[in-house]
């Protein structure tokens, strides 16, 4: 009975441990996603961080889950990713307020004036002042056939829409953005060969060069070196090529893991346990390789509270929103108590 009781009080009313996602510190032209705060946000929230929670690196959460300790009121900081504000931008802010940071790195754009795909699909998309009417291709064996009619040019007004349009909450507002989305819903579970070929007709059909924004790029490898190798932060494992994991062989998913961890060790010149899966997408086998390649952990983008006995291959992660310090409280205490 009283085990129980514990149990049930573990479960459903003891505040939980938290590890929050952040992706990017900056102001993009639209953010679909949701994965931009800016600055002013972002100290906002740290203030918030440092004055109510104990902040702690999540290496060290993970050694105490592994003991079956989760502590309360604690909060580990996340970054996936890579890209370039996280050490323009974040790394300064965590620094003034001594608030510990792991970064998940996508290795494979590293040190390349190039962006992410979904960012420059976005891009070329949303806001191209001008794309033809009629889309008629053929991506990854399947054809694309669209009508943009009167949206082939860019208004002010379909700026305006694109540039608020947040489309975890919203239905695409205008062709261009259901255009944009089934586009990146063909491009995501493919080879990052035939993503970037599929890219390139896309640009061809737009009439665009590779959009090369810089803004958009990734870490360079002196700047992941100074990153990693500092006291306040760690390095974590992101993959090669961003891959949506389960769709993949297993021995596909375990180059991607394997080869990131190692470049990453190289940097860091420290071991890298810990590893975060692309969009959030994995299946048995990965969980299965991210263990035998001996991380600690591995978090998914599962809204959960880390709790005891959770387990350690698919640790749930909150992805924290553009929002102020008052509505950031009110949210840390509702993914405190849930269940
Ligand atoms: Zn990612």
Known sequence: ????????YYKYIAPKALVLMYHRVAEP??????????????????????????????????????????????????????????YQTAKPLLEKY???????????????????????????ILFSESLPAVMDLEVAGASIAFNLEEEAQLTQSLRQQHKAWKSCEQEPPSKRSLLFYRLWEKLKPLPVSEQQAALQKIRDWAGAAASA??????????????????????????????????????QFQEKEIEENKCFLEEIA???????TYPYG?????????????????????EEKAVIRNANRYRLGRFQVKNMAAPEFKK??????YSI
């Open 269 to 275: 010149q420290k071991r890298i346990d810990l590893l």
């Open 98 to 124: 001594c608030l510990p940071a792991t970064f998940f790195i996508t290795s494979g754009n590293v040190g390349q004036q190039k962006e992410f795909w979904w960012d420059e699909l976005e891009h070329l």
């Open 29 to 86: 032209e639209s953010d679909v996603w949701e994965v931009a705060v800016s600055s002013a946000n972002f100290e906002q929230q740290l203030q918030v961080l440092k004055q109510y929670y104990r902040v702690v690196p999540l290496k060290e959460m993970v050694e105490r889950l592994k003991n079956g300790v989760v502590e309360r009121n604690t909060i580990a900081i996340t970054f996936d990713d890579g890209y370039v504000d996280n």
């Open 1 to 8: 009975m009283k085990a129980q009781l514990r149990h049930i």
């Open 331 to 336: 949210q840390l205490q509702l993914w405190k």
């Open 281 to 301: 997408n994995y299946n048995n086998e990965t969980m299965a390789i991210a263990e035998r390649v001996a991380f600690a952990a591995a978090f998914t983008t």
């Open 213 to 250: 924004r810089p803004d958009c790029r990734s870490m360079s490898r002196e700047e992941l070196k100074d990153l990693g190798q500092g006291e306040l932060f760690d390095l974590g494992a992101h993959t090669v090529s961003h891959a949506a994991l389960a769709y993949h062989a297993p």
